[in-house]
């Protein structure tokens, strides 16, 4: 989750925009899975940092720095 954000509530209001949120996936997860997997969808570009499982203080201190990381990746092979 985020921290508080701004919004405009005028525009809002004044173009009837109507605000739905959404938290994660459900069924979705599996099916994005098996498309990584498949390398149907290449997520290399978007990962900043990999670190080795025995850092993983390091990789949950560095994915909590958003100015600093996109996706930080735990690997487990060595």
Do not use: Y
Not at 42 to 56: G, L
């Amino acid at each position: 989750m985020t921290g508080d954000i701004t919004l405009p509530l005028n525009a809002i209001v004044g173009k009837e925009l109507k605000l739905i949120g959404s938290q994660r996936f459900d069924t979705e997860f599996a099916l994005a899975l098996k498309l990584v997997a498949a390398r149907w969808i290449d997520v290399r570009p978007i990962i900043s940092h990999r670190f080795p499982i025995d850092e993983a203080v390091q990789a949950f201190e560095q994915a909590g720095d958003r100015s600093a990381a996109c996706k930080v990746q735990l690997t487990f092979l060595p």
